[in-house]
């Protein structure tokens, strides 16, 4: 093998290391950025939604706590609503039963707590500076991974393009 062709190879040869590296990064970091902010999103969902039923859960109006929770689980990605009061009295509950997972936050505030296929997160309601409930909602994560799982292959796509390019460029192919 000559000096040129021996050149050609390692510096095919780190390029398709630095490729490589790069890739594997990126898909690591697009993940977890990704995941951060589709929980800072669930944590800005239960407030939001705890602030807008604070009235009817303080003046007990059963039928416009059912409208609402209705009305959110018309989202295809919630897959379960509770209205408790602030003795944890269950006043509304609407959609699927995602296991025992969302009982276990009933603690006030929580950071969401990811299951297999959900996120589940428990919020406190306040009305007049006071808690008076509590909500509950199970988010669906499909969507979520799928679209991490589509970024970081078409992430690899890319890199493995580079690759081949790079060796058909030094002769390697």
């Known amino acids: 093998m000559s000096f040129r062709l021996k050149t050609i190879a390692s510096i095919a040869a780190a ?9 594997v990064m990126n898909g690591v970091n697009f993940s977890s950025t990704i995941r951060t902010e589709f929980f800072a999103r669930v944590e800005d969902t ?3 939604f705890a602030a807008t039923i604070a009235d009817a859960v303080a003046t007990a109006d059963l039928p416009a706590l059912r409208t609402a929770s209705s009305r959110l689980l018309e989202n295809a990605d919630f897959h379960l609503i509770r209205i408790r009061d602030k003795d944890w009295r269950e006043i509304v509950a609407a959609g699927e039963d995602v296991g025992d997972q969302i ?4 603690d006030g505030y929580t950071e969401p707590l990811e299951g297999d296929d959900h996120v589940s997160i428990t919020t406190p309601i306040r009305w007049g500076g006071k808690q008076i409930g509590t909500v509950q909602l199970a988010i669906a994560t499909e969507h979520v991974n799928a679209a991490i799982q589509r970024a970081v292959l078409w992430n690899m796509a890319v890199s493995f393009v580079a690759i081949v390019l ?8």
Do not use: K, T
């Open 15 to 23: 390029q398709v290391i630095a490729i490589v590296i790069l890739a």
């Open 46 to 48: 239960a407030r939001l």
């Open 103 to 106: 009982d276990l936050l009933h």
């Open 166 to 173: 790079i060796l058909n460029y030094a002769g390697l192919l």
